[in-house]
Nanobody, 119 residues
Framework: LLLEESGGGLVQPGGSLKLVCTLS????????IGWFRRAPGKEREEVSC????????RFAPAVKGRFTTSRDHVKNMVYLEMNSLKPEDTGVYYC?????????????WGQGIQVTVSS
């Protein structure tokens, strides 16, 4: 299983950005996919997760109501839509895969992509 993030960049506060995690490899659709971020000088934190079926999601309190996640089983992609972005959302964002459900360990990671929220 391989994961690759895209869609990052620079956005002004209050703006929106959509990250894409492209999955490739065998049985990729049996994995739950989480989004994580590492802000400068901080520990990596989980932002969101979506189960393999797409029927279950969870979000960190800091992004709840502003971020959504979804998956497209035809395109082999998982999305993180980020709205009302704040400077504190700045960081390197990673997608990662866990076995079926979000409670499992995340064992495969993408390389990460930079998101910068600044005026």
């Amino acid at each position: 299983l391989l994961l690759e993030e895209s869609g990052g960049g620079l956005v002004q506060p209050g703006g929106s950005l959509k990250l894409v995690c492209t999955l490739s490899g065998d049985t990729w659709d049996t994995y739950a996919i989480g989004w994580f971020r590492r802000a400068p000088g901080k520990e990596r934190e989980e932002v969101s997760c979506i189960s393999s079926s797409g029927t279950s999601t969870r979000f960190a309190p800091a992004v709840k109501g502003r971020f959504t996640t979804s998956r497209d089983h035809v395109k082999n992609m998982v999305y993180l839509e980020m709205n009302s972005l704040k400077p504190e959302d700045t960081g390197v964002y990673y997608c990662a895969a866990a076995d079926t459900v979000c409670l499992a360990d995340f064992t495969t990671w993408g390389q990460g992509i930079q998101v910068t929220v600044s005026s």
